[in-house]
């Protein structure tokens, strides 16, 4: 086996007892990137030099004597909308092809404290805008398992590069999904914070009051590690939860009998595709030979979810959004003679379709005349959905679905229609409203061997029962080994020619 | 309620954004999709509810009043598309406030 | 006749050592763009952390002027796009300020106007935008310096009870008055830590239905703001006696001019889309804190100068005077300390004090003379160590030189001649010098005797108690 298909927690111990060396390791991973992303396309930006550099420097660390940290050594793919000083950062937006940020996110410095090592920025929708980054400005990312379906969205690429090797861990960004689903269509592990836990500080904004940052990552010992790295308390934001928080990698026991795991009803609708509901019913039956309690509940409120979801978070955006103007970085048509125009030139062109639709919807709900009926209804519909969950876990200590209605779906199929590319978030929107945390683990395939997701949720600032859940749950499958077969031939794929 | 063409007109204008011809009338077909997903919002009775502005639910987050260093103007600057010496360079500024 | 509705809007800068929502320096006078960071510049994932002080002087205004604090207070965001709004919003405070329903009075010939304030709260400024070759809309281009960026601002909006253009002026002195003394704004106008504008609507006296208003901006200076409501009041007068109607928009005052001048139409309302800013947590202004906030108050203009014409039975005008800076006041009631009489003391601090400090354009920070020696020498006064006259010329010195008035008087040789026997010397010197004058005195020309006190007083360099000189001399000359 490469050191690049290892789990950050196999290669961890091998890089600390300096068996291999750090160089040894992100040239492995850089190695695969070079041989497999021409088709893959997980990354706009590779860190070739930064990454060997780091290498060396942590190699030399580790020489004289100084302990491992808990990352050390660890290739991450960082989301291209988590800034990154001195690295290009993009947002896969045209409008910030050449934005280079000149600060870290929050995220950043602790994975950097941690050893781990940007070895690229990967491939998303537009500035996290839709589900399958084919919203993306650069290029379309492929799904490893199968080149002609989408991996996903918004972190696609993160989740593309998870899966197919070309790095041992990896950030998303999640608003409404943007974790779980990606990591659901392309078989990993995707765990969406609960809101506040990890600083937003760095991540280009999308809606403010749903983002987070989280780890995308081989299996759930992974997610633990990264987690606990990245999460804490943050004043640069001013949401960042000030509790004290757990070593979620305590939690990793395969035991979980005695726990209550409730099925909310309205997860299993008329939308679920048979071969996610088989795959589901069966997760559902090892999680209780494992001895957990399954409860039927409902949440009643949740079908109202994404409504409220793309009134909240296009009004949010807009305003997110706004100050891309051209004039303190960006892309600036240079024919405009006045400000104004100047601005609603280089938006219009630096600007993709999704994120136009998102700016117009926002501005529209926000408007005087709708502002109450759509805006502040959807607010108020937020607490209903917020009450179904505090409901729910009054007697549930987690709550389990399925992350997406299907597995990953055609390329193209979904790009001419808006509101069916909107439903694939239909189950990962309501944890985001109520500032939940979600997780996404893999829990089967179907018969065209594309993967299955099983989606956890949790009691706001719970990480640690999702992850033991989800733990247990990993170590009575196997769907978390699986990867895909021969590497796809590029020439047989039409369309989506890499341009970056 | 519907979404017109007019509106999407406006709207482009408010929020600073050109939208070609073909753009503009796709939009009013898709987003009249949409906001007939958002009115089922209607159905609801939220009489009573608050609006969930933010699920962190905290207060008085507050930074002491300690300035400290800024960045240089050089990195400020460094992205700008236009400038002119230490200044970011916009064209004319035709309305007024 | 006509009346004005004027109802007028104060930001002021707050005076905190960094920005509202970033750690940078408020100091914007500093070369363009180097008190800038990534939350400040607007930059991508930036976000906004709340200045602890900003807050603080936020409710401290609040409560100042007499407002009901906001317990669940917030942040709102603006939507509006101008190339000195670094994210094209404003982070300001819409539905919920810290402050509602104050009032402020204001003494107005003999009377208290009470103004209502409708709103104080808190929010961002701006940067600067410098327009090159020409004015805003005819250059060709403009520069952006963002140092001003995010200044914590107070916005003090008042209800339209303004009566007059004088009025107006008063309420903003008032207004300054009461954030100099809290120590919240450095109000220069000047340098732009304060700023107005203006709405101003006529109609007939005693109607309550409220008229089309206009604004009046670039108003650089509190008599601006009273000039440019004195031609408005006229013109408005006029369009309305012309059978016209005024028109609702911006009017800029032009200064050189005399005049305001139309700028541009309000068309519609604009639609800024206000909305609650999601990145910053609500406040929740407890009743304890707003207590604990309270008791840090100072005594403010108002109150202070009720007391002093109570406490120290000044008249209107003195206490007005000596209460317009919370430096002078101190001064004042420092020097009555040591002293004990206040009208005293109020007349030398209105008099040759304040004469001195304007002619010198020292201010009373920087004065020399301590509250101690101005009573000290009011003391010599009283005990006949020196004259009145001559204390102007020790006060002058004191003044310039900062030395105690004791010292002044000894290297001068400024004491005053009370020993009789050496008054007498002087005194039978003079009546001998002048033999004819004293005879016309010994004939019972009264007058005259004042030339003889002149002479004993040239010849002592003011120096002899003139009381003493006088007596003195009429103890020789006319019994």
């Not at chain 1, 050191?3 to 991973?29: G, W, Y």
């Not at chain 1, 949790?458 to 196997?478: K, M, P, S, W």
Request: hydrophobic share 40%.
């Amino acid at each position: 086996m490469r050191l690049n298909e290892l789990k950050a927690h196999e290669l961890l111990p091998m890089i600390s007892r300096q068996e291999v060396t750090v160089e040894e390791a992100v040239t492995c991973v850089l190695d695969r990137i070079s041989a497999i992303d021409g088709t893959i396309q997980a990354y706009i930006t590779v860190t070739c030099e930064h990454a060997l550099r780091k290498a060396r420097e942590a190699d030399a660390r580790l020489a004289k004597g100084e302990p491992a940290r808990p990352l050390e050594g660890l290739s991450v793919a960082v989301k291209d909308n988590i800034s990154t000083k001195g690295i290009r950062t993009t947002a896969a937006s045209k409008y910030l092809e050449d934005f280079i940020p000149p600060y870290d996110a929050t995220v950043i410095q602790h994975l950097e404290d941690a050893g781990a090592i940007i070895i690229g920025k990967t491939n998303m929708d537009e500035f996290a805008m839709g589900s399958s980054t084919e919203n993306s400005a650069m290029f379309p990312t492929r799904n490893p398992w199968n080149p002609k379906r989408v991996p996903g969205g918004s972190s696609g690429g993160s989740a593309a590069a998870v899966i197919s090797d070309e790095a041992v861990i990896a950030l998303g960004s999640d608003t409404g999904g943007s974790i779980r689903q990606p990591a659901s269509f392309c078989g990993i592990v995707g765990l969406k914070p609960s809101y506040g836990l990890v600083s937003r500080h760095g991540l280009i904004g999308y809606a403010s009051s749903m983002d987070q940052i989280g780890p995308m990552t081989k299996d759930v010992r992974d997610c633990a590690l990264v987690l606990s790295a990245i999460a804490g308390h943050d004043p640069k934001d001013s949401q960042s939860y000030p509790g004290e928080l757990p070593d979620y990698t305590e939690y990793l026991i395969p035991d979980i009998t005695g726990i209550t795991v409730g099925v909310p009803k309205e997860f299993l609708d008329e939308g679920l595709s048979q071969a996610v509901r088989d795959a589901f019913t069966e997760a559902l039956e090892k999680l209780e030979a494992l001895g957990v309690t399954i409860k039927d509940v409902s949440l009643p409120h949740a079908r109202h979810a994404l409504a409220a979801y793309y009134v909240i978070s296009s009004a949010e955006a807009g305003s997110n959004l706004a100050r891309l103007d051209g004039v303190r970085y960006g892309v600036r048509t240079c024919a405009s003679e006045d400000f104004a125009s100047m601005m609603a030139k280089s938006r219009g062109e630096g600007f993709g379709p999704e994120v136009k639709r998102r700016i117009v919807l926002g501005t529209y709900v926000l408007s005087a005349e709708n502002h109450d009926k759509y805006f502040n209804e959807a607010l108020r519909v937020r607490s209903l959905i917020a009450r179904d969950f505090q409901e729910v876990f009054e007697t549930c200590d987690c709550l389990v679905g399925p992350t997406s209605p299907t597995v990953a779906f055609e390329a193209g199929e979904k790009t001419r229609d808006p509101l069916a590319m909107y439903l694939s978030d239909v189950y990962t929107v309501p944890p985001n409203l109520a500032g939940i945390p979600g997780m996404s683990v893999p829990c089967g395939f179907d018969k065209e061997g594309m993967p299955v997701g099983l989606q956890i949720m949790g009691r706001q600032y719970d990480e640690a029962t999702l992850l033991q859940v989800a733990y247990a749950f990993e170590q009575a499958t196997d769907f978390h080994v699986r990867r895909p077969e021969a590497e796809p031939n590029a020439y047989e794929l039409a369309g989506g020619e890499r341009s970056v | 309620m519907k979404i017109t063409k007019e509106d999407v007109a406006r709207i482009s204008v408010l929020a600073r954004l050109e939208l070609d011809e073909d753009s503009q009338s796709q939009f009013v077909e898709q987003l009249s999709g949409i906001l007939k997903v958002i009115n089922a919002l209607d159905e609801l009775d939220t009489s009573g509810m608050n609006q969930t502005i933010s699920p962190a639910g905290l207060t008085n987050v507050l930074r002491e009043d300690i300035a400290l260093p800024s960045i240089a103007p050089e990195e400020a600057l460094s992205n700008a598309p236009d400038r002119e010496g230490a200044f970011f360079k916009v064209p004319r500024i035709l309305d007024v406030d | 006749m006509f009346e004005p509705v004027i109802g007028i809007e104060v930001h002021a800068q707050l005076k905190t050592e960094s920005k509202m929502f970033c750690s940078c320096s408020t100091n914007f006078d500093a070369s363009p763009n180097s008190n800038t960071c990534p939350i400040c510049l607007g930059f991508p994932g930036a976000l906004p952390v709340l200045n602890k002080k900003a807050l603080e002087y936020g409710i401290k205004t609040a409560l100042a002027f007499n407002c009901d604090i906001t317990e669940c207070s917030r942040f709102d965001r603006k939507n509006y796009f101008y190339p000195d709004i670094p994210k094209n919003y404003q982070i300001t405070q819409d539905a919920f300020p810290v402050g509602l329903n104050g009032y402020v009075d204001i003494p107005l010939d003999n009377d208290v106007r009470r103004i209502r304030i409708k709103r104080v709260h808190l929010e961002e400024d701006a940067g600067k935008s410098i327009h090159e070759g020409g004015t805003i809309t005819d250059a060709a281009f403009s520069l952006e310096d963002y140092n001003r960026a995010g200044v914590p601002l107070l916005e003090i909006v008042s209800e339209p009870d303004i009566r007059s253009p004088r009025e107006a002026y008063e309420y903003l002195c008032m207004l300054r008055r009461t954030l100099l003394y809290l120590g919240v704004s450095d109000c220069k106008m000047e340098e732009g830590s304060l700023r107005c504008d203006v709405n101003i609507s006529i109609r007939p006296k005693g109607a309550d239905k409220f008229w089309t208003q206009v604004e009046l901006k670039n108003l650089n200076s509190f008599r601006a703001v009273e000039r440019s409501l004195d031609y408005e009041v006229r013109r408005q007068s006029q369009v309305v006696a012309a059978g016209e109607e005024v028109i609702r928009e911006t009017r800029h005052w032009d200064e050189a001019g005399q005049a305001t001048v139309s700028m541009r139409r309000k068309e519609t309302a604009e639609d800024y889309r206000y909305f609650p800013e999601p990145d910053l947590p609500p406040l929740n202004i407890t009743g304890s804190r707003v207590e604990e906030i309270k008791a840090t108050l100072p005594e403010l203009p108002g109150a202070r100068r009720e007391r002093f014409m109570r406490d120290y039975e000044l008249p209107e005008y003195d206490a007005s005077l000596l209460t317009d800076t919370q430096e002078l006041a101190d001064y004042f009631e420092e020097a009555v300390r040591e002293y004990g009489q206040a009208k005293t003391v109020s007349n030398w601090v209105m008099g040759e004090f304040s004469r001195l400090m304007n002619a010198t354009g020292i201010g009373i920070e920087s004065v020399k003379v301590a509250p101690s020696d101005l009573a000290a020498m009011l003391k010599m006064i009283d005990k006949g160590t020196i004259s009145g006259k001559i204390a102007k010329t020790v006060f002058e010195e004191m003044f310039t030189e900062g030395k105690s008035p004791e010292v002044i008087v000894k290297e001068k040789g400024l004491v005053q001649i009370a020993d009789e026997e050496e008054l007498i010397r002087i005194v039978d010197r003079v009546i001998e010098e002048n033999g004819e004058v004293a005879d016309q005195v010994r004939a019972g020309k009264d007058k005259a005797i004042g030339f003889l006190v002149g002479q004993v007083m040239k010849m002592t360099k003011g120096r002899a108690n003139p009381q003493m000189v006088n007596e003195l001399l009429r103890g020789r000359l006319i019994n």
